[in-house]
């Protein structure tokens, strides 16, 4: 297979791409920081403004000089993140000093409600207006229903009896009404964008690629598409609003607005929307529903095409490549507010599809509902679990710009707490889920300890897990190399749920992803624009390379009514289609879909199921691709076929339980199993059963060549099992000789070491040394349990290995000897003790060392 002899050769692509982050530091300081980089198996890093003092001044030029001529001399590539400091937007506050009408517009809202009957009645609307600058849009009348409510029959436009901006005349009718003022405002939004361009803006794009892509290209255009890869966009949004809930008419906000917006609006739907404006803030039923879906297609569109298209087509002029990501937590992804309004139409135009994790996102098992974190709302386990992944290799999937690149920025923000075990469990799930390029975040130059978003890896040399960190660096290049370059293979799609979302009520995708997920039923994740491009025939949807037999269909009050009448047409092609609770009952335009609606009810490959049956309703239509012998939530897979053979990776998710189960797949005939944290291929003589420790991986390879396989492996069978009983010699290394121990101190048995007094807030390298009566078989294992975190382990002074996550199983058979055999275990801890930092608090601390058992296990040739 040839990237797997690629892989085992040592001969992969890099994909690993982590922040190094810029303060202004001295020049050997960075030389150190690339050389780190590189010692780490990386070959590429983008340099982000952290901030930097003097961004695109004569001290970022020296610093950009330093660092392309090291990545030069190592044959690296530069990425830059593209403002003076994330998110991306602010354009160096240029767009605040000199182009002030291309900050951030929004529309507001300001109601006042009122009795009637009276005729010949006037309002006060001066205080509608935050600054001189505001402009109104339109004053309308409507019939209060409730609280926020209208009734949308009774709207009367009453702009044109404005009176000098200050007073609006009119006959007020009997009962309870709402004035409502529309104004356009540049006042107002998220605090923390204050001064940010206008994304919907194509000349306040301008300002931002004049300011920081332009300069770039001005100094460094000889490295363009050489040295420099690219640029990298982080978390632009519309940032009408702080936080993730911006979701359209459910929360109280301002909105996204430009100049045109209104015109724009009514050519789209051909009707008179400024009566209607209100409808966007307050609750006016199903037509309020309709103007909602029109004003966030549009939004969506233009942030697509003048924001992320604009750049694009920069970076395509230039030969250099634009990736990044948005917001996409808590749902974000198909709102305003941190959102761009939709996932796929906002990340549509970047060469990789781009996704983050931050701040505790993702913690092993926490998969269930909203979990307390660093943010006031916390997380949505499920969101982040089950569909955040699933986003970006979706995008990556579909559109063939992208190549099946799908980009995480990881790491970022756990606290010191976070170490390579964690690490790899994150990288384990997004692999698993398809993503194939990573920005670890971050190498950070500046004097330890920086308070901002630690870990950071290396740090300065303090960090005593640093050198497991370049066995995780080339695990996750070993596995995105396989990874990358051929095709996924999923049985059926899951539709995304922004328009829904936009269009009444609706059911959040993470619902359906969950059991499907928890039932290893595999699914890509696709927008109506994707579906209503593919191609649909009696072999199922074709998207790019892929194909599906099937589509699950979150509950929608509303969608569109040209996807309701491309569903009917699938539906007579046998697609499978999954609605979860029911049908729609009406279109997000308000066309008349009872006809067709009645049809697709009608049709045999309709199933209209709940949460709970439709995993097993899928496999009665014998769509699932692998099936397990016994009930394992936390087992994932991802199916993976390059031209000379089919891949299979398997991960436990679960943070403390094994997962032991035989599987079947689709593939038949001879498979093998491979290590990527060992690089070899693995004797295996049952390479689909599956016995997988917490933190633990497979992969299983079948190759279309029988060249490609290796004699029979031996099978083992245990023959006894001894645990060491002690005593243990334990002595410490810190910084900066991690290699010099000291303070020896015995222990009869394993203890948590944070108990002892004087080793409290211990971190560096601890060493058990012990020796034990032991004889040689065929096969001999030294098993460890219970450790935090990362193992070395030598035998009669010969190193058989390191790993950084479980199982700490060391085939230790080569070194053994009759009778007495010394052992030493090495162990690294994480800086947290040392530090006790803000972010660490939302993680639990593990004692410290060995906790657990030493045992070793004897095995023969059976």
Known sequence: ??????????????????????????????????????????????????????????????????????????????????????????????????FPHLQKQFLACKV??????????????????????????????????????????TLIDITGQVVNHTLVSFDLPKGEWSVMIVTATFEGGEPETKGYLNPIDPLATDVLIDTVYEAHYEKYKEEFGKTIAGFFSD???????????????????????????????????????????????????????????????LVSKL?????????????????????????????????????????????????????????????????????????????????????????GSSLAHMDPKKQGRALCEVFGAYGWAEGNRLMKWIIDYMMVRGINYYVPHAFDPKEYPDCDCPPHFYAHGRDPQFGGFRLLMDYTNRLSHLLSGGIHKAPVALLYHGEAEWSGEYMLMQKPAKEL?????????????????????????????ETFQG?????????????????????????????????????????????????????????????????????????????????????????????????????NEHPYDAVTAEVKVSNKGPCFAYCAMENKRKEDSSPLTLNLSPYESKMVIFPRSMNDFLPAPKEYEKVSEYQVKGPYQVSFATYPDFTEFKEPMMLEKLRPLQEIKGKEEFTGMIRYEFEAELWKTDQVIAAVEGVAEGVKVWVN??????????????????????????????????????????????????????????????????
């Not at 039923?521 to 390379?545: C, H, T």
């Not at 691709?625 to 897979?637: A, G, K, M």
Request: proline share 4%.
């Open 1 to 98: 297979m040839k990237r797997l002899n690629e892989v085992l050769n040592g001969n992969t692509d890099n994909y690993i791409l982590p922040f190094l982050w810029l303060h202004g530091e001295e020049e050997s300081v960075l030389r150190e920081t690339v050389e780190k980089i590189h010692d780490s198996g990386i070959r590429a890093f983008c340099v982000e403004a952290r901030p930097h003092p003097d961004f695109l001044g004569k001290t970022w030029w020296r610093d950009m000089d330093i660092l392309l001529e090291e990545a030069k001399q190592r044959n690296m590539k530069v990425w830059i993140l593209d403002d003076s400091h994330f998110p991306t937007g602010y354009a160096d506050g240029r767009v605040e000093r000199e």
């Open 112 to 153: 006042l409600d009122f009795i009637g009957p009276m005729k010949n009645a006037q309002a006060i609307i001066r205080y509608a207006f935050r600054d001189k600058k505001d402009k109104l849009i339109s004053v309308t009348l409507g019939k209060k229903t409730g609280y926020q409510k209208i009734d949308p029959d």
């Open 235 to 297: 978390e632009p949004r519309f940032g009408n609003m702080h936080g993730a809930t911006g979701s359209i008419g459910r929360a109280e906000m301002d909105i996204p607005w430009r100049e045109d917006l209104l015109e724009l609006l009514e050519k789209q739907t051909g009707t008179d929307c400024r009566k209607r404006l209100p409808l966007l803030f307050l609750e006016g039923g199903e037509s309020g529903h309709q103007i909602r879906y029109e004003y966030m297609d």
């Open 303 to 391: 942030y697509s095409k003048h924001f992320n298209k604009r750049i694009s087509d920069w970076c395509a002029r230039h030969q250099v490549e634009y990736i990044g990501h948005t917001i996409e937590d808590n749902n974000a992804h198909a709102r305003l507010g941190y959102g761009a309004g939709h996932f796929f139409r906002a990340m549509a135009h970047q060469d990789m599809a781009g996704i983050d994790v931050v701040f505790h996102q993702l913690m092993p098992g926490m998969d269930g509902g909203i979990f307390k974190s660093k943010t006031k709302a916390g997380w949505d386990g499920e969101f982040f679990h089950y569909v955040l992944g699933k986003l």
């Open 517 to 545: 997920t928890r039932n290893q039923i595999d699914f890509d994740i696709l927008p109506i624009d994707g579906l209503m491009e593919a191609e649909v025939s009696e072999s199922g949807i074709k998207v790019n390379q």
């Open 551 to 651: 589509l699950v269909l979150p509950y929608a009050e509303a969608l569109p009514g040209k996807f309701l009448k491309w569903l009917l047409k699938a539906s007579e092609h046998g697609l499978y289609l999954y609605w979860l609770k029911d049908l729609p009952n009406r279109t997000s335009q308000g066309e008349d879909a009872c006809e067709i609606i009645k049809q697709l009810k009608a049709s045999s490959s309709v199933r209209i199921v709940s949460l709970e049956t439709l995993a097993e309703t899928i496999r009665s239509d014998g769509l699932n691709e692998i099936s397990v012998n016994t009930d394992v939530p936390y087992l994932r897979y991802y199916h993976y076929e390059q031209e000379d053979g089919h891949i299979y990776f398997f991960v």
């Open 797 to 862: 002074e010969i190193f058989i290995g390191e790993k950084i996550c479980p199982p700490y199983r060391f085939d230790i058979t080569k070194a053994l000897k009759e009778g007495k055999n010394r052992f030493c275990i090495q162990v690294s801890t994480t800086l947290v003790r040392e530090r006790y930092d803000y972010l660490s608090q939302f993680m639990l601390l593990e004692p410290t060392g060995i906790t657990g058992s030493i045992t070793v296990e004897h095995y023969i040739v059976k």
